[in-house]
Structure formats: structure tokens, C-alpha cells
């Protein structure tokens, strides 16, 4: 079966800009949750939408915001870039339980310049 | 909320050779215990994984341990090949809970 699709794999935008990044969960997930990776934090959890809501949500600023559409896809937007959002952003997919774990996509690498 | 702890940070073995790593967490209530794989330029991938009704299981080559009681789990991979290099995250999640605490990761490193 198809696996998680992120897209684009590589951005490169200004400070002050906004960007939105894209994931296309695994057919039949339902919860998309996005998580940050940089070499100093580690895996930072954004939020996790499931069923077009948002229903777990991590210590992000406001400038960090989601949305998931009905054929579960989920998009993820980052408005007025700052030279630290330069991370990459990894979008996982699950069912949405307490009982399985993720499957991750490859990433977006973002940065700002 | 849940303090994991991660160790080694870096781990470097001979091909051949075991490698363990551990993983401790803070939160009694914890009940589902993952290990991820993550190459360089990929996703973490999920490897393995124990719920808190079972001490141990095992895939081939690797195995993970579980003991509720000091609430730490390991990862044990045995006869470690060159491709096995990768960094290594745990991630223990809360029974009242949906999203896991991840590790700060350990990079294992299997020389030829």
C-alpha cells in the first residue's frame, strides 16, 4: 500500500513569508499529527488532527496552524517565518487509537533564510 | 507530562556485535512501548513495539524488553550489520493519551 506522502521534500523561504506543507496520510488513517526535528530539540509535536478536528495540540506559537479535509489529508501552515523554523517537518499517520503507532512521511526540510 | 530518558546518545559497535539501548519514562500509566528507526534523509520508521501486558518480544534480529516495574524498556539488536546504523528514538505513550513522548534519540553507528 502507498505510505505517507509529504509534499514538497524541500523549501526554501525568506523570513516574514508564510509556507503551507502538505501530507497524504496512509488510506483508511484518519489521524495526521505533524511533529518538528532539529538537531537541538529532537522531535517536537505541533498537533494532531483526526476526523477534521484538531484534537491534540503541542506548545506551539499561534504562527503554527493545521487543517485536516475530509479525505484525511492535512496541510499545515507556518505564517511570518523566523530564521529559527528552519527544522523538518515530519507529518505521521495512524489510525488514530491508543493501540498502534506511526507511520512517518519523509519530511519536509524547511528553511529560512 | 511524561519525562522519557534516552541512553546511550551515541553508540559505537563492531558489525557482528549486540547493541542495547534504553529507554526510561516517568509515567506509571504508560502502556504502549515503540521503538522508530530514522535513516538519514528519511521519516523515523517504526521498528518494533511491546504493549505493558507482554515482558518481551522479538523480530529476527531485534527484540525489545519491557519492565513495568522500574518503567524502563530496551531495544536489543543482535548480530548488528553495517545498514543498522541509523538513529534509534523511543516513544512510551500514556493509556490516557494519544500522542507519544519521544526520545532525544541515540545514534548507533556499526563499523564494518
Known amino acids: 500500500k502507498a505510505g505517507v506522502t509529504q509534499t514538497p521534500r524541500y523549501l526554501i523561504k525568506t523570513r516574514g513569508q508564510q509556507v503551507t506543507l502538505s501530507c497524504s496520510p496512509i488510506s483508511g488513517h484518519r489521524s495526521v499529527s505533524w511533529y518538528q526535528q532539529t538537531p537541538g530539540q529532537g522531535l517536537q509535536f505541533l498537533f494532531e488532527y483526526f476526523s477534521e478536528t484538531q484534537r491534540n495540540k503541542g506548545n506551539f506559537p499561534g504562527r503554527f496552524s493545521g487543517r485536516q479535509f475530509s479525505n484525511s489529508r492535512s496541510e499545515m501552515n507556518v505564517s511570518t517565518l523566523e530564521l529559527g523554523d528552519s527544522a523538518l517537518y515530519l507529518c505521521?499517520?495512524?489510525?488514530?487509537?491508543?493501540?498502534?503507532?506511526?507511520?512517518f512521511g519523509s519530511g519536509t526540510r524547511l528553511t529560512v533564510v | 507530562g511524561e519525562n522519557v530518558e534516552q541512553h546511550p546518545s551515541t553508540l559505537s559497535v563492531q558489525e557482528g556485535d549486540s547493541a542495547v539501548i534504553k529507554c526510561t519514562y516517568s509515567d506509571s500509566a504508560s502502556n504502549y512501548f515503540p521503538w522508530y528507526k530514522q535513516e538519514l534523509g528519511k521519516g523515523p520508521q517504526l521498528i518494533i513495539d511491546?504493549?505493558?501486558?507482554?515482558g518481551e518480544k522479538k523480530d529476527q534480529r531485534i527484540a525489545v524488553t519491557l519492565n513495568k516495574t522500574a518503567k524502563h524498556f530496551s531495544l536489543h539488536i543482535t548480530e548488528t550489520q553495517p545498514e543498522d546504523s541509523a538513529v534509534y528514538f523511543c516513544a512510551p505513550r500514556s493509556g490516557g493519551s494519544y500522542i507519544p513522548t519521544f526520545g532525544r534519540g541515540t545514534s548507533l553507528i556499526v563499523h564494518p
Open positions: 505521521a499517520s495512524s489510525l488514530g487509537d491508543r493501540e498502534n503507532g506511526y507511520t
Open positions: 511491546i504493549r505493558s501486558n507482554v
